[in-house]
């Protein structure tokens, strides 16, 4: 017997009922419905699970089902992904439930090739919702998985690109325990996320030790193999808090298709070369909204790192010296009080000024 054929029967004989024994109680893991594993496979994308799990529940409480999820405004759906980062799920999530009501009846899809259809769902979801929720005999491939798999059989190729990734999900699709897919995916990812641990593998507690080519090796932490990350470029953003005569505060909707579309902020921009952030605040605010500001005292910086950049926010007080807010490089545009702030939603990096303001 190869060493492929080893670890099929090991993953089989070893790895399942390892898992059977030892899994984690996660909230959807109970009561699993279609419906519950999508939700929670969208949020645990990017997203620990013991952050994610919080969310899970107030995301239940307030949207029990399809339909009711399908019946909220956007808004109330951003409000209650507030926080949790990459808002396009959220977004998409809303579109899908929206879709599979009006054009399928409420019923969710059941098979690989309509669920990968659903808006925000790629291979990764639909194998997950389709092993998890239909017994399909899919096989996911997530950060946790790549890990596992390339230790067992000492995978050597960068396992950033895109080839790669291809010959790890034929390798995950062999491996397949075929009939108990949504097992054996759980396993995987279980094992990845407790014991083939990215520094401190506890090889030791492996169930798959016996048949693991990187523990073989005595360097397991040498996969997977990685190519150099380029630098993550940083930004410096200036933003304001524009008051009024009556305490309130202005604030703007971003547009949809930018990225954290729908979300409300302070309004604000990038700072460009050789610009001071005063001087971005007060042209960025002519953009946005078409007022006049003078900018005043500074009240915070807040950092915030996103996948692909880090930024650092500066944010001053201003007031209107001329000119009424309208939206034109922003979809929509508020005063509120600052106790009333909370009631729409807002990023992580806005969210912290909101902190300020309110204990000021
Ligand atoms: S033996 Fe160690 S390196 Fe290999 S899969 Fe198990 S935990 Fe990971």
């Not at 419906?35 to 620990?48: A, D, F, G, K, N």
């Not at 690109?161 to 010959?167: G, P, Q, T």
């Not at 693991?212 to 996969?223: E, I, N, W």
């Not at 926010?313 to 922003?330: D, L, N, Q, T, Y």
């Amino acid at each position: 017997m190869d060493h492929f054929d080893k670890t099929k029967r090991a993953v089989k004989t070893k790895l399942l009922p390892w898992f059977a024994a030892n899994k984690r109680s996660m909230p959807w893991r109970t009561n699993r419905s279609p419906y519950r594993v999508w939700i929670s496979e969208l949020m645990l994308q990017q997203t620990r699970v013991d952050q994610a799990t919080p969310y899970f529940h107030r995301f239940m409480k307030r949207f029990p089902s399809l339909k009711s999820l399908a019946a909220a405004s956007q808004e109330d759906v951003l409000k209650m992904w507030e926080g949790l980062g990459y808002y396009s799920r959220a977004r998409n999530l809303h579109k899908a439930a929206r879709l599979i009501v009006a054009e399928r009846g409420g019923r969710f899809p059941n098979t690989a090739e309509e669920i990968i259809e659903l808006p925000g769902v790629g291979s990764y979801t639909a194998a997950a919702i389709g092993s998890l929720a239909f017994n399909l005999d899919l096989a996911v491939l997530d950060g946790n998985v790549i890990r596992v798999l390339s230790r067992l059989f000492a995978y050597s190729k960068n396992s950033r690109s895109s080839a790669a990734k291809k010959e790890l999900q034929r390798m995950a699709d062999d491996l397949l325990v075929k009939g108990s897919a949504g097992d054996f995916n759980e396993a995987m990812m279980e094992l990845g996320a407790t014991v083939c641990l990215p520094r401190n593998p506890d090889c030791g507690a492996c169930p798959l030790a016996r048949v693991c080519a990187g523990l073989k090796s005595g360097a397991p932490t040498d996969f997977p193999m990685k190519a150099a990350k380029k630098k993550t470029p940083h930004i410096v953003v200036g933003a304001a808090v524009v008051t009024n005569r009556a305490g309130e505060v202005l604030i703007a909707q971003r547009r949809a298709e930018d990225m954290l579309g729908g979300l409300w902020e302070f309004p604000g921009g990038k700072v460009e070369p050789g610009e001071s952030v005063e001087a971005c605040v007060a042209r960025e605010l002519k953009e946005e909204l078409g007022i006049n500001v003078e900018v005043g005292d500074f009240l915070m910086t807040v950092k915030h790192a996103y996948s692909h950049f880090t930024m650092e926010m500066h944010v001053f007080f201003a007031k209107i010296k001329s000119g009424r807010p309208r939206p034109i490089e922003c979809q929509d545009h508020q005063w509120r009080a600052i106790s009333e702030l909370r009631d729409v939603p807002y990023s992580k990096a806005d969210l912290k000024i909101i902190d300020v303001l309110e204990k000021r």
